[in-house]
């Protein structure tokens, strides 16, 4: 099954679930409805082949299992177990996933409701230099960007046009 590995955070218990899935916006509302509480994609890798693989090579990278998909790690390891097994084992992984821009657009707005409940606009910048490459950064991420933007400078005198301009701000303002 092509499916893509994923990170999603559960604000209340601090943990990170690794898991795979063909439909990651579908898969965070399940977790969402299932346990009634306020989760959030913080990674997905592109679709592989061989996700089953993938998933449990980075299961077995990252450390202090919880219970089944869930970890007590610090979300930089979940992301780096995520990429390093996908490095190592993704068979047939399909680059340009993300170029799908229908995709883009649900994953970019799922990205502004679930960052409706963070506190920090800084946060979803990150998200979306994270998840987003340079050619996959079009103009429904650079609008949750900038809106972001506006947030944190209460001006709307300057915009971001591209990746590297919302990567540049970050530098400076963190």
């Known amino acids: 099954m092509n499916a893509s590995i994923y990170v999603i955070s559960c604000e209340i218990s601090g943990m990170y679930k690794i898991g795979r899935s063909a439909n990651v916006e579908q898969r965070l509302n399940q977790i969402i409805s299932h346990s009634g509480l306020s989760c959030s994609v913080e990674y997905v890798s592109n679709p592989c082949s061989n996700s089953a693989i993938v998933e449990k090579e980075a299961h077995s990278i990252c450390v202090d299992r919880a219970k089944g998909e869930w970890f007590n790690c610090e979300l930089d390891?979940?992301?780096k177990s995520?990429?390093?097994?996908?490095?190592?084992?993704?068979?047939?992984?399909?680059?340009?996933?993300?170029?799908?821009?229908?995709?883009?657009?649900?994953?970019?707005?799922?990205?502004?409701f679930s960052s409706a409940s963070k506190t920090k606009?800084?946060?979803?910048?990150?998200?979306?230099?994270?998840?987003?490459?340079?050619?996959?950064?079009?103009?429904?991420v650079i609008s949750v960007c900038n809106d972001c933007l506006y947030s944190l400078?209460?001006?709307?005198?300057?915009?971001f046009e591209s990746r590297n301009?919302?990567?540049?701000?970050?530098?400076?303002y963190l």
């Open 77 to 79: 390891l979940a992301i």
């Open 82 to 112: 995520v990429k390093d097994a996908y490095d190592k084992f993704a068979e047939n992984p399909i680059k340009d996933n993300l170029c799908d821009e229908n995709k883009i657009k649900r994953f970019a707005w799922s990205m502004v």
């Open 121 to 140: 606009p800084c946060e979803v910048l990150i998200d979306a230099c994270n998840t987003f490459d340079d050619d996959n950064f079009i103009d429904e």
């Open 153 to 159: 400078t209460g001006s709307k005198d300057k915009s």
């Open 165 to 172: 301009d919302v990567i540049s701000f970050l530098y400076g």
